[in-house]
């Protein structure tokens, strides 16, 4: 019987893929590759061009993320833990929204918040029960391959200019959309933002080890700043020595 439209919880155990085994690293190298190759014709784009590329990323994310909400429903497999509530189901609606209005702080938070949650679940993915012939296999892998492209892209071309003086202001927006969150969560019983418990195979399970629950939540902020550095300092410490440079006689 086939599994493409079954949802996760309903997958007979051993038929998924293992973290950062060959499938899972064909995914990371082709979506990497596939942004890659995009960087230096997005910036040859005209701005119009670039805009409607934005706008069909976002859209094709959300398209993604509806059709199987649509599957769900149809099949009377859907659950709470689908709503998109998560980091990565809010990047949804935030680069869509920068797509029409390209607010600064909007476009800080897709770089500096919603592309490292991208690209974490993207290394530690919670779908790896799932087989390769399913549908939110491919959606998931695909819906988050789209929304590290959008940022990057935008990066790359100069539209979104990240400032290492917006972080204090994102933070405080994670931190306040963590309330709501747990609220919902203890609600619904349901874990979006891993406030509850940690993602499987993923460093706050380490924390978890170290801290217990709900002591691994350290984690998140020590995680994020180790990201902020590579997004922030590397970039930064790069302009650093070429304006050095420059400026040598």
Known sequence: MTTFFTAQEHIPPGLGFPLFGGEHLFWLAGIAAAIGCLCPVCRRMSPRAR???YLGL???ALSLDGLW???LLATGQ???NYLPLDLC???MFAEL????RRGRLLGELCYGLFLPGAVMALIFPNWTPLP???LLYLRSFLLHGLLVAQPVLAV???DLRPNARNLPKCLGIALALCVPIYAVDKALDQNFFFLNTPSPGSPLELFAAWLGEPGYLVGLPVMLALVWLLLYGVPGLVRHLYRKKDLSP
């Open 51 to 53: 805009g409607r590329l």
């Open 58 to 60: 976002a859209l094709g």
């Open 69 to 71: 909400d649509l599957v």
């Open 78 to 80: 859907f659950a709470w």
């Open 89 to 91: 189901g809010l990047a």
């Open 97 to 100: 929204l920068w797509a029409l």
């Open 132 to 134: 390769a012939w399913n």
């Open 156 to 158: 790359a071309a100069g």
